[in-house]
């Protein structure tokens, strides 16, 4: 996915409709943004070579964390104390946010690291592993020890998911499937076919029950995680889905396209609610802040956006 869509660069930036003016958050493509889980500053990830923290409102830079190469993935501790990272030199390192500070770098991988993910209990780093890997590792917060190694991927692994409890660990890969892993046993615990090409990132609701996955095949798809099996198809992008994030009261789905929009869907009736657009270029992240109130995006125009999700219906 990365090592093809990672050459776009636009430097044109337009009023998202819908949103906030865009920032220039980057000078390369911006392939993650994630929220401390108390909303008030979030993240980005960027090919720059960089990951950044900055304050949500107003909308400060606040620290930079330099890579040797881009950086395809930035997630939180549940404390917000700490920000895990994924890189191109099949690294992931773990940062003081509020310092800047590198606290560890976790080797291991044999290729590009794609995806991270904190475990909700904060003691777990997961990560995918990219070309020439194919692997979902397991890594002690606290200590960067290594410890497990979860196979099964044929391809790539873009993107990871902790569910809500923390018992349950999703991944997604170019072998066009996602899998579901025991976190406490170390183990496969199903695997979700349906996608007819890469499946770039996944997301749980935050009641559990939901899985939803953004695919090369130009859809996003709901999954019922306890029954394993495909619950919709939802087709309405023009090109390759990158990026999807649940509302935080499960009620609303975005997804972010190489279209160049943000979508917002209603998982329960399986239908779109609004179109955002704005954007210059491939939309590669879409992130919601903790109370609701914003939807943020990144793509290959390097620009942050931000829209108020009240104000979605006169994107369509």
Not at 258 to 286: E, F, N
Request: charged share 20%; net charge positive; hydrophobic share 40%.
């Amino acid at each position: 996915m990365f090592t093809a869509v990672g050459l776009i660069f636009s430097s044109f930036v337009a009023p998202p409709a819908g949103g906030d003016p865009p920032a220039k958050a980057h000078t390369d493509n911006i392939y993650a943004v994630a929220f401390r889980p108390d909303g008030r500053q979030f993240a980005t990830a960027s090919g720059d070579h960089t990951a950044r923290v900055w304050d949500a409102a107003p909308l400060t830079p606040r620290a930079t964390l330099r890579h040797p190469g881009p950086v395809y993935d930035a997630a939180w501790s549940p404390d917000g104390k700490v920000l895990a990272t994924a890189a191109a030199d099949k690294a992931v390192r773990v940062w003081d946010p509020a310092s800047g500070t590198l606290l560890r770098t976790l080797t291991g991988h044999t290729g590009p690291v794609y995806g991270a993910a904190v475990s909700p209990d904060g003691r777990l780093v997961a990560s995918g592993g990219g070309e020439g890997d194919h692997t979902v590792r397991l890594w002690d917060a606290a200590t960067g020890a290594p410890v497990a190694t979860l196979t099964g991927h044929t391809a790539a692994v873009f993107g990871l998911a902790f569910a809500p409890d923390g018992k349950t660990l999703a991944s997604c890969s170019g072998d066009k499937t996602l899998r579901l892993w025991a976190v406490a046993a170390r183990r496969p615990a199903g695997t979700l076919s349906g996608h007819r090409s890469d499946v770039y990132r996944c997301a749980f609701s935050p009641d559990g029950k939901l899985l939803a996955s953004g695919s090369q095949d130009k859809t996003v798809r709901l999954w019922d995680v306890a029954g394993r099996t495909e619950l919709a198809a939802l087709p309405d992008h023009k090109d390759p889905v990158y990026g999807v994030a649940f509302s935080p009261d499960g009620k609303l789905l975005a997804s972010a396209g190489g279209d160049q929009a943000v979508r917002v869907w209603d998982p329960a009736a399986r239908k779109p609610v609004a179109k955002l657009t704005g954007a210059g270029d491939a939309v590669y992240a879409v992130a919601w802040a903790p109370d609701g109130s914003v939807i943020a995006a990144g793509g290959a125009d390097a620009a942050l956006r931000r829209y108020p999700p009240g104000r979605a219906g006169a994107a369509r």
